[in-house]
């Protein structure tokens, strides 16, 4: 339960009490700041508590952003206040501060600050913020656009408010805040015009964001299985499919900006249910080329290696630069430039194919062509997308003047994932920084997946490998703070599960590549999973979890192992079982971690991001 405290003078026929309590505040009347003081003081500790001028004129939405949002410890419209347990001391203090120079200007002392919300309106929830803001605490103030909300001074000021408030249509402007930001042009104009009423269904009937996001992940693999049949009325009824289970994907971020039902788990799960249901419709589309006579595992573990390159090249570029100085580039200068130009921001969003463009082109070529059509077009759509993007970065890099701090440093260090071989060979390579670092990772990527080309299972490929643990060990045996070091990463995870598709290929095994993919898809998770918890502010999986699955240049030289000292059936069933040991222990200690930070009440977050 939270509590709202009302202070100032009741106002006749005004809604700030019934608005309050719709929005789940239990409502308390202080008679003056002291008994303001007192009754926040008797609010549990644990509960969210907001300060409200009774006077208060605006739109419902504009207190629910104000005062619900779960992101924020201290929010703040004009006339309201409120703290989570997290901002609870902050708000305290600032309270008694005001409480005390109130009492001070009674008795003729100093006299008491004030922070009017219009004209010379007195309001104690504006000079808390104040004093808020006179300590340094950042107290989130909500773009409320059109919404009105303020404390008018008199009656002719409250009359006019009232008429704003007449004149915005309170739950047009919800429903238009409830799409995402920045988006793509097939979400924007095919997918969100109607998907924000789903959302708001939804809310009216009581489901969380979690539930929709399970039911999106449950209707693409319901997809997934139509298109594993093989038949041209599975290939159907999948398209149709995934296009709806991607309507329910938009439509549980929506429902989570529309109530505000923003957490941790929701963000995690969003986040890795979007991967789990693209590449279980990519093992559908695979499965059911199979039954039809056509092998296209590879293609489909290569669209899945291609893709989840292409994520952490975003991710790696964004944390390099997530807090960095100077942070400017004529290159940005330029894109900026062109953000004017209406027509050029769909295009630029549209040729990177994110995931709305990017499912509807796979639902619709899965309808009408067959699966390898469609992992042919996917390949390219997805390389051309990854080449755009990763040079115009590179661009960026190289023309800004810009100082990586140790936090983005420690964060490409983490998403470089190298386990107990390259640690313990960087103890014995100094520790300067090198700006051949990025070329260290790049040379060691195509030496071992050149290797693994040129002579498939063979002690040269076991070699390459370890020369790929050396330069990867070189890599980072540095702080990463070059101006191409976030490229580290990226070229990590190709020459890892790249090695890992083409010794599966070589193989020549039925089995060998379906276990191949499993084992990528069980890396990539945990790969996805350290993105997503250094985004939460949660830091990188413990150290005990990234030595027990090798660490990627450790599993690059096992695989080569692997591949050298057994037969080809053999080499599948070890790939089988190393998917099944990797799956299962990040699986268990990532739900763990989540459900724990959940219960725990970590921060809420809701990340807008980049089109996935």
Known sequence: MSTAILTGSPVPGSSIEGDLRSLGFDVRTA??????EALLAAVPGDQRVAVVDARFVGHEHALRLGLTDPRFPLGAVPGAVTAQPAGRQALTRAMARENSASAGAAHGGAPARAKPSVGDVDSLADRVVAALDADGVDVHRPELGSLVAEVPADPQARNEARQAVAAVDDEAVRLKSAVKARDGFFTTYCISPYSRYLARWCSRRGLTPNQVTTASLITALIAAACAA?????????????????????????????????????????????????????YAGLALGAARGGDDVWALALGAMVLQTCRHVVDFSFNEANHDATANTSPTAALSDKLDSVGWTVWVRRMIVLPIGERWAMIAVLTAVTTPRITFYALLVGCAFAATYTTAGRVLRSLTRKARRTDRAAQALA???????????????????????APLSAA????????????????????????????????????PLKGALDWLIPPFFRAGEYCTVLILAAQADVDGALPAAFG?????????????????????????????????????????????????????TVALTVLAVVVAVVVLVESIRFWVAAHRAGAPSVHDEGEPA
Request: aromatic share 12%; net charge neutral.
């Open 443 to 478: 040379v060691g990527a195509v030496m071992v997946t050149l290797g693994a080309w040129l002579w498939g299972a063979s002690w040269w490929v076991v070699l390459m490998a370890g020369a790929y643990v050396l330069l990867s060990a070189e890599a980072v045996g540095h």
């Open 229 to 281: 049949t093989g038949t041209r009325g599975g290939f159907v009824a999948a398209g149709v499919l995934l296009i709806a289970s991607f309507v329910l994907d938009c439509t549980d971020g929506q429902l989570a900006r529309y109530s505000l039902q923003y957490s941790t788990l929701g963000a995690w799960l969003d986040a890795t249910f979007d991967r789990a249901k693209e590449y279980a419709y």
């Open 519 to 571: 084992l990528v898809a069980a890396v990539a998770y945990h790969h996805y999973d350290t993105v997503y918890r250094i985004r939460g502010n949660a830091g990188a999986p413990p150290a005990w979890l990234v030595r027990a699955i090798g660490g990627q240049d450790g599993r690059t030289l096992l695989v080569a192992l692997l591949a050298v000292l057994l037969t080809g059936s053999q080499f």
């Open 414 to 436: 983490d998403l470089a994932d190298n386990g107990p071989p390259a640690q313990a060979l960087a103890r014995f390579l100094p520790g300067k920084a090198r700006v051949t």
């Open 31 to 36: 008679s003056d700041a002291g008994d303001a």
